[in-house]
């Protein structure tokens, strides 16, 4: 084989084949191709999956060739020989494999890295192969697809198949494995070639052709000599194949079992070869062949030979168990043969026995009733009933109720008397006694098949056999003298299982005689078996088994039954008690007995002394000794024991490693299994990373072929995965099951996204797609992948914009830049959502369905609004709904079915318990305490024996490795399934698992509060409608037990294996109602099942034992309860929900489950369990259920009161964190209806500073229509980057305390600044003044001040005493140090404070997080930044500049700044009077400039001691200014006046000198400025400085108009107009901050009502701006809408939150509020009412009426008809005589 391969893989990439189909794609298809074009591409396809598996053969040779290798060097001693020699020892070092190496070699047969392996199948990676497949996929022909689909799926899953093929090698080690592989193989061949020709040699009725048939036979016996000559004597034909079959069959029997004196062991290698080399297929085909049933009796023996391989085939092995159940059928006919397989086939097979089909037991039921009562039929049923020491509930039912339909046929008891007679005979007979199949028997069996049906406390079953099987039947029959041990186990086993070990009481047996007559009779035979000890081999062995397992187990159970301590028969029955605890104790004694036999009796002898002791019962002081004796020495051998357990695993364990192993059978299997689980471990990611890559290929097929290709347009537009998506239904049709799976995977593995497939794995990634897509750099891919979107993903792109639906977008997967929701829209667009519902309606297959509805999970994640909606609109078009809603509501029932079938309750808990709480009533305090160290050291008993019973298993199984090496590979198996099997007690069947991915479809189908598929789960308005939330709320009550809560049982159904699928109930019933959607809240609350009830009580009830163990689900599964109950009740306006769910709930209880998950949140806290960001932390389910009881308080005012907190009970620390942490708000609706929500406050809330608070307050504005709202909304995400900023900030503490003191800092710096002035004021300049120079006695005063002022401030930190210890200190620097260095001191001090005032500004504010725009646009920042600024030139340029600082000043005083605003805030008007007063004074320049210009004479002071110089300077200066301003006047006027003007003015101007005065109106400029500068600031105006004029001279008047106009214009009028300005604008500020906080006060923030509207309401208007309408609410609520999970909306915060993305503020309630809404309806509810009342009494009235008036119509009719029957009989013609008779 090897060899072949291996040439093969030498010639395989120049087969042509793999060339063959390239053609293809060059050429452009044909419109219709013929059908033997197809052919042959099919033919071409079979050809290359034979080439695969010639691979796979050759890949795993060499996987077993690197073992072989491996294994000889690491046993590199020993001489390599095939068979393990025994003689030839050597250490077995664990481990010594070199699993690294291993690796590389097994990763190097695929081909690693390099491009053309000798096993690429083309020279380019497989790229072509690719190719050539894809395109097959697209052709129209399904055969074809299928294949090259197969092919595709094989090629990228090529590390999995080898893996999985090389888990499946079967080693032959020893040379006696080689031989029976021989000779199984050759037996096999020949068996087969006989059974093909079996109508030539099997036995027929003479018939003419009889003589042909000999002959043929003759022929073929021929052909068999030649082959083996082993007969020598010639026989026919036929007969030799008898004889040879009947030969084979036994060898193949021998094979299977090892057959010994005591026990009969399953050979499970021997097995596993037949089971891999299929012998029971051939045997299978042997059992088909027909044959005279009658006549021929050679035939039968085979027949029976061939089961009784079958028999042994399966013994024992679960795997051989699956494949013979595959072919139940042919077993399913009435031979005792069958039935016999078939009872090995279920043995000890929980899966097989919990999945058996009802029709099984029909038929086994049936062939009782017509076949006869054999017991090989009963010994079936019994077979099922129960498994690996598991009942099977389900079983039990479908029986017990098949029996009971059966009726007497089946059903054989002797209860009457003649029967009860025929019985008596039987037991009496030796033969009916011996024979396996006589009436007895059958009665045995049947009686045990009941006990069986009725173990494990199954109500059902128990109360059927009450009716079949009497008490009073079962103690006549065991009390009869001639009854014999095998009736009475049985009997007294069933009445064990029926009447004691029960659910329910059974009152007759506590009561009645009856179990005490049987306690006598138990005497007796206790007494006969410890009499007949002496002769071993005449003892009745089953005598004895009777009494030491069946007595004990029943007299154990009946006393250690709950029910049992109410009975009071006991105290009368004392004698019997103490003659039954001595004779238990007598047998305990016995030599005969067997270890597990001493430990039932030794239990019992426990339990019997535990009852005299509870019950006070006197026992003979002798017994009473002994038995305390036997649990001292009891108890002792018990750690004994344990002790020697432990040491023999250690020595057991050292003698493991020193005991040298042979390199033998064990040695290599083991190493191989080593390696399988190790290449599996290891290669796991390259195989995950392998499949990956498919899932790549179908994102972008079309890159694999070359540019502008027709196959590459077609693979562009999507034609590829459409093709895929359209062939799965075909592939569904064809029932090509595997193939649909795993298409299905792969497309769900588009949606999910990439893992990370470790360094190893990527490689291998970017390897392949590197090989298939050419050298693409990944980024270069992904490039690629992004165009996708402009391509055939556009529709896909705006799906998205236009409301992908909440869709996550963020989480992109990484295939390439698509988002998930992306990927889904493209894939609904191909028809994937048409494809999942197809196949969730055609589903035949169980993982079909399962994995449909996880692609439809996957195509629905997110809230993908576009899936949901052409989910809707295929279920509403094609009218499909009804068969697609009927497969889950068939699901669903079935489901229910099954848990009610199968539920396991864990009564033992609420046994012990009871029993405890009965022994607590009674025990003292003082003893109670003595207890408890008990129960601990009981836990600690029981992990020794836990661990002591592993020990035995690994020492039990050393010894068996030691005595028997054939069987030793499964013992790791065995030991390993144990372990499983007590995993699996608890797992669900598949019917239910499937429920939660079901659930969870729904769920999505709802998510985003999808209101047309809400009601479209409950209604389809088809003509038969499937409520799946009725039938969801029915499935939860039916996995929580239908228990209501009241009894506390719940917590007995609720495991770790279920508590994910009721949560996901939970979560799914919730989806349905959020919204809200009130048909379906409606729906829920009014069901008739327990649902509500059960909700409530999963939230009040200690889930236990659950909740000892895993908290975090209880805890989950409480807040999940919670949200449900709160979904119910969601925007309602009614309190019909609210009372149905407080029906059953009593307020105390809810209270103190909210206080107990406050204090285990607290507890956890101390922990450093920092759970609080966890959904389901303590704290945060405590608070849900706050909320509930919040909301559910409304309707029931004793719960109002409870929660309020009353300070001191305890607990209420718990109540008063809530009710601090949870707010509540009134929305708007879009109906303009109102709705009140409750909401927990979100964390990152605590987080606000009390100066935002206060600044938003005060500073929000009100817009045109009065509302602050649209400020207050706009602010509301600075303030949340606030709080996000602060809770930063939180992280970094020093910055955190500098940010926290701000306000100290800046009074510091302020005070500061005051200081330094006051020095640089009174002591500048600094020169004259030293340090030092002070008295003594004042110097020491200065001292004694500074540390009396120290000592102050230590005892009391005043800010007085602060303040005296600073100036003391400052003044004694002063004088010690010297002035300018203590201010130079000062101000360095001044500018580190700055420094840390900065710091705690960009702490406080955030600025840096801003970015640098903001950081420079934001003013406050920049004035800080300027003030350290002044501070540091104050300190390091001059002095003077600490001056500026004191406008700070401004700055911190709001009434200053008012002072300020008062110019600033109308600066236009006063600017623009200020121009005014500017032209005023420029048109009286220019006028005075003209007539009045000698009147501007002013007095001026010139400096006096002034030198020349200057001075000349000075009129050189004028001289010259002058000539260059009035050269243009001389030139215009005649040259002698211009000569003349001069002298003059040269003489006015010497005099002016001598006076010292000065003419200031030369020039218009000169003019301007004396009039602006003298004339503003003189208080009668320009007159004031003007020359004063003579009354003579001609312009006086004019002087006078002139002067008193401006007076009045510019003084009185303009200067006025500026101060009323700024006077006014100051009134105005007062009056607006008056105002503005006259509406703070007066009016509501959020809804603007005034505070009159409140008088005489239900509501004070504190109360309203407090609770419900708390601006800050409203700010918490916007916050928790942006942290939440969109797909955790309720209702209403999904509509704030669309509201709040599209920034409307329509959602805030404005001029209304709920508290005065209700109080105008409760009014009109109460005329309503009235009304109501009036009308019933009403309707009363008229219904009373209505049935007089009918009472009167029948009597008058009644009257009418006796008055004719008179008048027929009497008077005939009289009739006619009164007309006006009434009718």
Same mark, same amino acid.
């Given at each position: ?10 010639? *395989? +990439?120049?087969? #042509?084949? @793999?060339?063959?189909? %390239?053609?293809?794609?060059? !050429? /452009? $298809? ?59 020892? *050597? +250490?077995n070092? #664990?481990? @010594?494999?070199?699993? %690294?190496?291993?690796?590389? !070699? /097994? $990763? ?51 590390r ?6 090389f ?15 021989? !000779? ?44 083996h000559?082993?007969?020598?004597k ?47 297929t051939v ?28 028999q042994?085939?399966?013994?024992g092995n ?40 009802e ?21 079936f ?14 079983c ?31 037991m009496?007979?030796e ?36 009716s ?9 029959v ?6 014999i ?20 009481e ?9 179990m ?38 029943i ?39 067997m270890p597990s ?40 051998i ?17 003698r ?19 390696i399988?689980?190790a ?15 498919l ?15 027709d ?7 999507g ?47 970017q ?15 992904r ?53 999942v ?13 399962h994995?449909s509805i ?12 576009i ?50 709480d ?6 003292p305090a ?7 160290p ?5 836990e ?18 050393t ?23 007590n ?9 239910i ?5 079901i ?23 088809n ?32 495991n ?17 109602c959020?919204?809200p ?29 659950l ?58 806290f ?5 759970g ?55 929305i ?35 817009d ?56 640089v004021a ?23 001040a ?16 602060i ?17 300018q260095?203590?201010l ?36 406050e920042f920049l ?12 300190l ?74 200057p ?17 243009d ?21 010497a005099?002016?000198?001598?006076e ?22 003189s ?65 509501c ?35 928790l ?30 001029m ?7 109080s ?25 009426l ?38």
């Amino acid at each position: 084989m090897t060899q072949v391969v291996l040439r093969g893989g030498g010639f *395989l +990439p120049i087969t #042509p084949l @793999a060339a063959a189909p %390239e053609g293809n794609v060059k !050429q /452009a $298809e044909p419109e219709k191709e013929d059908i033997l074009v197809m052919d042959t591409k099919l033919k071409i396809i079979e050809i290359l999956q034979f080439i695969l598996n010639v691979r796979l053969d050759y890949r795993i040779s060499c996987l077993l060739c690197i073992f072989k290798r491996e294994f000889d060097e690491s046993n590199a001693q020993t001489p390599d020989s095939p068979t393990g020699s025994n003689n030839q020892e *050597l +250490p077995n070092v #664990p481990g @010594a494999l070199d699993f %690294e190496h291993i690796e590389e !070699q /097994a $990763e190097g047969i695929f081909g690693g890295s390099e491009e053309n392996t000798p096993l690429d199948l083309d020279d380019h990676g497989g790229r072509t192969f690719l190719r050539v497949l894809l395109h097959l996929t697209m052709h129209d022909y399904p055969p074809l697809v299928s294949g090259a689909l197969q092919l595709l799926f094989r090629h990228f899953s090529q590390r999995q198949e080898v893996l999985q093929a090389f888990k499946q090698v079967q080693l032959l080690v020893t040379s006696q494995d080689v031989d029976n592989y021989k !000779q199984i193989k050759q037996d096999l061949d020949q068996l087969r070639s006989i059974v093909e020709k079996s109508e030539l040699w099997v036995y027929k009725g003479q018939g003419p052709d009889e003589t042909m048939d000999v002959a043929a036979g003759e022929n073929e016996h021929k052909k068999k000599e030649e082959g083996h000559s082993k007969s020598q004597k010639p026989e026919s034909t036929s007969s030799y194949n008898y004889r040879v079959v009947k030969e084979i069959l036994l060898r193949l029997s021998k094979l299977c079992v090892q057959e010994s004196i005591v026990v009969r062991k399953s050979r499970k290698q021997q097995q596993r070869l037949l089971r891999n080399m299929g012998a029971h297929t051939v045997v299978l085909e042997l059992l088909q062949i027909p044959y005279e049933k009658a006549d021929d009796t050679r035939m039968q023996e085979i027949m029976k030979l061939a089961h009784e391989f079958l028999q042994n085939f399966c013994a024992g092995n679960q795997q051989n168990q699956a494949l013979l159940h595959k072919h139940i059928n042919l077993f399913l006919n009435p031979g005792i043969l069958e039935a016999v397989t078939m009872q090995h086939i279920f043995m000890n097979n929980f899966q097989l026995c919990s999945e058996i089909n009802e029709r099984v037991v029909q038929h086994f039921v049936h062939c009782i009733e017509t076949h006869g009562r054999n017991v090989q039929y009963i010994k079936f049923l019994q077979t099922i009933v129960k498994a690996e020491g598991k009942f099977i509930k389900k079983c039990q039912d479908m029986v017990m109720a098949e029996l009971v339909n059966a009726g007497e046929d089946v059903l054989v008891f002797y209860n009457d008397r003649a029967s009860f007679q025929t019985l008596v005979q039987m037991m009496r007979s030796e033969r009916d006694r011996m024979d396996e199949n006589s009436s007895l028997m059958y009665h045995i069996h049947l009686v045990e098949l009941l006990a069986v049906c009725t173990e494990g406390k199954n109500v059902y079953t128990e109360i059927k056999c009450n009716s079949l099987l009497p008490l009073d039947d079962i103690v006549r029959v065991v009390t009869h003298e001639d009854c014999i041990p095998e009736v009475k186990i049985a009997y007294i086993n069933f009445l064990n299982h029926c009447y004691v070990d029960t659910e329910v009481e059974m009152k007759e047996i506590y009561t009645s005689n009856h179990m005490w007559k049987l306690f006598e009779n138990f005497l007796v035979d206790i007494c006969r078996a410890c009499n007949n000890t002496s002769d071993r081999k005449h003892a009745d062995f089953i005598l004895e088994k009777y009494v030491t397992e069946i007595v004990m187990s029943i007299v154990t159970t009946f006393f250690s039954s709950p029910f049992s301590d109410q009975s009071t028969t006991l105290q009368t029955r004392q004698p019997v008690f103490v003659q039954l605890l001595q004779g238990v104790f007598r047998v305990y004694h016995c030599n005969w007995l067997m270890p597990s036999q001493k430990a039932s009796v030794e239990s019992c002898i426990r339990v019997l002394s535990d009852v005299a002791k509870s019950r006070a019962i006197a026992i003979p002081v002798d017994l009473d000794s002994q038995v305390n004796n036997l649990f001292l020495k009891s108890h002792n051998i018990v750690q004994k024991t344990a002790m020697n357990w432990r040491m023999t695993a250690r020595n057991a364990a050292r003698r493991d490693s020193v005991m040298a192993a042979s390199r033998d059978y064990r040695n290599i299997i083991e190493r191989l299994q080593d390696i399988v689980s190790a290449l599996e471990d290891r290669l796991r990611p390259l195989v995950q990373a392998e499949l990956s890559v498919l899932v790549d290929v179908l994102h972008r097929p079309e890159l694999l072929f070359p540019e502008n290709t027709d196959a590459r347009r077609k693979c562009e537009s999507g034609g590829f995965i459409c093709k895929l998506i359209k062939h799965t239904k075909q592939l569904l049709e064809e029932n090509e099951e595997k193939l649909c799976i795993k298409v299905l995977q792969t497309l769900r593995e588009m949606m999910t996204k990439d893992r990370g497939y470790g360094e190893k794995g990527e490689a291998l990634r970017q390897v392949l797609v590197n090989r298939y897509y050419g050298n693409v750099r990944t980024a270069g891919r992904r490039e690629s992948l992004t165009s996708f979107g402009n391509g055939p993903l556009s529709s896909g792109g705006s799906c998205k914009a236009g409301g992908g639906g909440g869709g996550s977008g963020s989480s992109t997967a990484s295939r390439g830049e698509m988002s998930l929701a992306e990927v889904q829209c493209h894939l609904d667009k191909e028809g994937a959502s048409n494809l999942v519902i197809d196949l969730i309606m055609n589903a035949t297959s169980d993982r079909v369905f399962h994995e449909s509805i996880l692609l439809a999970i996957a195509l629905l994640e997110g809230g993908n609004t576009i899936i949901q909606h052409s989910f809707f609109c295929r279920l509403t078009e094609d009218k499909k709904s009804e068969k697609f809603f009927k497969v889950f509501y068939d699901r669903m029932k079935i489901a229910q079915q099954e848990i009610k079938a199968t539920v396991t309750v864990n009564t033992s808990d609420l046994g012990n318990k009871k029993k405890d709480d009965d022994s607590d009533r009674d025990v003292p305090a003082r003893r109670k305490v003595l207890r408890e160290p008990m129960t601990q050291i009981t836990e600690e008993v029981r992990d020794q024996l836990v661990e002591a019973s592993a020990v035995t298993r690994k020492a039990y199984n050393t010894y068996r490795r030691e005595a028997d090496p054939d069987d030793h590979y499964s013992a790791g198996d065995g030991a390993q399934s144990a372990a499983d099997k007590n995993k699996d007690e608890l797992e669900m069947s598949p019917v239910i698992t499937i429920m939660q991915p079901i659930l969870r479809f729904l769920q999505l189908l709802c998510e985003n509060h999808n209101r047309d598929l809400q009601n479209f789960l409950r209604c389809q308005n088809n003509k038969t409608n499937y409520n799946l939330v009725c039938e969801t709320l029915q499935f939860l009550d039916c996995i929580c037990g239908s228990t209501t809560g009241g009894l506390g049982l719940l917590g007995l159904y609720i495991n770790e294996k279920n508590v994910a699928l009721i949560n996901q109930t939970l979560e799914s019933l919730t989806e349905y109602c959020q919204g809200p959607c009130h048909e379906n809240q409606n729906c829920i609350a009014t069901h008739e099942s327990n649902g509500i009830d059960i909700i409530t009580a999963l939230i009040l009830n200690d889930i236990n034992p659950l909740g000892k163990k895993r908290m975090d689900l209880v805890l989950e599964l409480k807040n999940n309860a919670s949200k449900l109950l709160l979904a119910i009740m969601e925007s309602r306006h009614d309190s019909e929900n609210a009372e149905r769910i407080l029906y059953n709930m009593r307020p105390k209880e809810l209270v103190e489950v909210i206080k107990k998950a406050y204090l285990q949140g607290e507890v956890e806290f101390e922990d450093g369990e920092n759970g609080e960001d966890l959904a389901a932390s303590p704290r945060n389910v405590g608070h849900n259920i706050y909320i509930l009881a919040h909301q559910l308080a409304r309707h029931n005012k004793e719960l109002q009161n409870m929660l309020k907190p009353g300070g001191q009970v305890e607990g209420d620390e718990a109540l008063e964190f809530y009710a601090k942490h949870t707010a509540q708000i009134e929305i708007v609706r879009s109906d303009r209806t109102m709705e009140q929500i409750v909401f927990p406050v979100p964390s990152i809330c605590e987080f606000l500073t009390k100066e935002s608070k206060l600044r938003i307050y005060y500073t929000t504005e009100r817009d045109e229509q009065g509302s602050k709202i649209n400020d207050f909304f706009l602010r509301s995400e600075d303030l949340f980057n606030e709080m996000n900023w602060q809770k930063k900030l939180r992280a970094q503490p020093i910055l955190y305390w500098c940010s926290r003191n701000m306000s100290f800092w800046s009074s510091i710096s302020f005070n500061l600044a005051v200081l330094m002035n006051l020095l640089v004021a009174f002591f500048y300049p600094f020169k004259g003044i030293k340090g030092g120079t002070l008295e003594p006695h004042l110097s020491g005063l200065l001292w004694t001040a500074m540390l009396i002022s120290l000592a102050i401030v230590i005892a009391l930190p005043k800010p007085h005493g602060i303040r005296a210890l600073i100036a003391s200190t400052i003044l004694r620097l002063i004088f010690s140090v010297g002035l300018q260095p203590t201010l130079f001191l000062l101000g360095a001090f001044n500018v580190c404070n700055k420094i840390i005032f900065l710091m705690s500004f960009v702490g406080n504010c955030g600025t840096f997080t801003r970015g640098y725009k903001a950081m420079i646009m934001d003013v406050e920042f920049l004035y800080h930044l300027l003030y350290l600024l002044i501070c540091a030139m104050g300190l390091f340029v001059h002095e003077f500049f600490y001056s500026l600082l004191l406008f700070d000043l401004v700055y911190r005083e709001e009434t200053l700044l008012n002072v300020i605003k008062s110019v600033t805030r109308n600066g236009r008007s006063i600017i623009l009077t200020a121009v005014l007063a500017l032209i005023l004074v420029y048109l009286f320049s220019i006028v005075g400039y003209l007539f009045f210009k000698d009147d501007f004479i002013l007095e001026v002071d010139k400096l006096p001691n002034e030198t020349l110089l200057p001075d000349q300077h000075t009129e050189t200066g004028e001289k010259m200014t002058r000539e260059f301003l009035y050269s243009d006047v001389c030139r215009v006027e005649n040259g002698e006046n211009c000569s003349s003007v001069v002298p003059s003015a040269e003489l006015i101007s010497a005099e002016a000198e001598e006076e010292d005065k000065e003419h200031t109106c030369e020039t218009l400029l000169m003019c301007i400025v004396t009039v602006l500068s003298h004339g503003l600031r003189s208080g009668g105006g320009v007159g004031d400085v003007l020359r004063k004029p003579s009354k003579e001279e001609p312009l006086f008047a004019a002087r006078v108009i002139y002067d008193l106009l401006f007076f009045f214009m510019v003084i009185i009028i303009v200067l006025n107009l500026i101060f009323g300005v700024i006077i006014d604008t100051f009134a105005d500020l007062r009056s607006e901050k008056q105002k503005k906080e006259e509406i703070l006060k007066t009016t509501c923030f959020i809804c603007g009502l005034e505070r009159d509207k409140f008088d005489n309401k239900t509501v004070t208007f504190e109360e309203h701006i407090k609770e419900e309408h708390n601006m800050w609410h409203y700010l918490f609520f916007i916050v928790l809408v942006k942290v939440k999970d969109s797909t955790e909306y309720t209702g209403p915060e999904s509509y704030v939150a669309e509201m709040i993305k599209e920034r409307n503020l329509d959602w805030f309630p404005r001029m209304r509020a709920m508290s005065l809404v209700s109080s105008d309806a409760e009014g009109e509810q109460n005329e309503l009412r009235n009304l109501q009342e009036k009308l019933e009494s009403t309707m009363k009235l008229v219904s009373n009426l209505s049935s007089q008036l009918t009472e009167l119509k029948d009597q008058m009719t009644e009257q009418r008809k006796q008055k004719q029957r008179i008048g027929l009989l009497g008077h005939p013609p009289s009739i006619n005589v009164n007309p006006q008779q009434p009718a």
